[in-house]
């Protein structure tokens, strides 16, 4: 099979189930946007970081390429077999954070992003992740969205949070707190 099928040349690609649709539909946008997170948890997950973290990311990966297969999907062809994001997928976070939350130093104030670039990068992923979240809530004003792929997506976010904190210890990074001015 070749990349390249040049059916997109004009602006248009097939949803799975076949429909075409304009390149910057929303569902597009969504199911884009959750494959550009995916490119930044592999580059989080290439740092020199915790093996758990490692396979805690490869989990996440899989996840993300299920909700983007979910997103992906004509709604107008419910009875395709699609793999689904779970409640418990949404557990496995909550408890990493719980776990990862432990060794965390309780938080009084606003933090920046930065201090090391593992740390750096897990802020992009947070961030990414938050746009993945709005352009799915889009989405859902149109197209009926699964709930637990919202519920996940808002997890999601929540814990790179957490991990760019976890790191900030793990790595010795200095973790800066934001002041506002007076």
Same mark, same amino acid.
């Given at each position: 099979?070749?990349?390249?099928?040049?059916?997109?040349?004009?602006?248009?690609?097939?949803?799975?189930?076949?429909?075409?649709?304009?390149?910057?539909?929303?569902?597009?946008?969504?199911?884009?946007?959750?494959?550009?997170?995916?490119?930044?948890?592999?580059?989080?997950?290439?740092? *020199? =970081? &915790? +093996?758990?973290? %490692?396979?805690? /990311?490869?989990?996440?990966? !899989? $996840?993300?390429? @299920?909700?983007?297969?979910?997103?992906?999907?004509?709604?107008?062809?419910?009875?395709?077999?699609?793999? *689904? =994001? &779970? +409640?418990?997928? %949404?557990?496995? /976070?909550?408890?990493?954070? !719980? $776990?990862?939350? @432990?060794?965390?130093?309780?938080?009084?104030?606003?933090?920046?992003?930065?201090?090391?670039?593992?740390?750096?990068?897990?802020?992009?992923?947070?961030?990414?992740?938050?746009?993945?979240?709005?352009?799915?809530?889009?989405?859902?004003?149109?197209?009926?969205?699964?709930?637990?792929?919202?519920?996940?997506?808002?997890?999601?976010?929540?814990?790179?949070?957490?991990?760019?904190?976890?790191?900030?210890?793990?790595?010795?990074?200095?973790?800066?707190?934001?002041?506002?001015?007076?």
């Amino acid at each position: 099979m070749k990349v390249y099928t040049k059916t997109g040349d004009k602006g248009e690609t097939s949803l799975f189930g076949g429909k075409r649709v304009l390149k910057s539909n929303v569902r597009i946008e969504a199911y884009g946007t959750s494959d550009e997170l995916n490119s930044w948890i592999g580059l989080i997950r290439s740092q *020199k =970081i &915790e +093996e758990n973290h %490692i396979k805690v /990311l490869v989990e996440i990966q !899989d $996840r993300i390429f @299920t909700l983007g297969a979910q997103l992906a999907a004509d709604p107008d062809k419910p009875k395709l077999k699609l793999p *689904k =994001i &779970e +409640e418990g997928d %949404i557990l496995f /976070l909550e408890s990493e954070m !719980d $776990r990862m939350d @432990t060794a965390l130093p309780p938080m009084t104030k606003f933090t920046l992003p930065g201090g090391n670039d593992v740390v750096s990068y897990c802020h992009i992923a947070r961030t990414v992740c938050r746009r993945c979240e709005r352009l799915i809530i889009e989405l859902n004003q149109t197209a009926e969205v699964n709930y637990l792929v919202i519920k996940y997506v808002n997890r999601l976010s929540d814990y790179f949070f957490v991990l760019s904190r976890k790191l900030t210890i793990e790595l010795n990074a200095k973790e800066e707190f934001w002041e506002a001015r007076k």
